[in-house]
């Protein structure tokens, strides 16, 4: 079936799923630019007073950070820190 502008139903399902694809991308790019840069954070790849990343419930193993952007080293710090509980 075509409209009357000879575009058939399948053609605009098809656009209509490539807009929706499109936006996922792009929300995906956006959410990993939510992240806080570390100059921000003060970050550095060292421990500071015996706190460090890997010790921080924002860590993500081997070598990221929940909040904070970037490689991050798992004996790093920055002015987020949270312990982890328990
Ligand atoms: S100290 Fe900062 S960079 Fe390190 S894991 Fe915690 S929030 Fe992330």
Do not use: F, H
């Amino acid at each position: 079936m075509q409209n009357r502008n000879g575009a058939s139903r399948r053609d605009m399902l098809r656009s209509g799923m490539m807009i929706v694809a499109g936006a996922t991308v792009a929300s995906t790019a956006r959410a990993q630019d939510e992240k806080i840069a570390q100059e921000l954070v003060q970050y550095q790849n060292e421990p500071k007073d015996g706190q460090k990343c890997n010790m921080c419930a924002q860590w993500v193993d081997p070598n990221a950070c929940k909040i904070v952007a970037g490689k991050i080293s798992p004996n790093g710090y920055c002015v987020a820190y949270a312990p982890k509980e328990g």
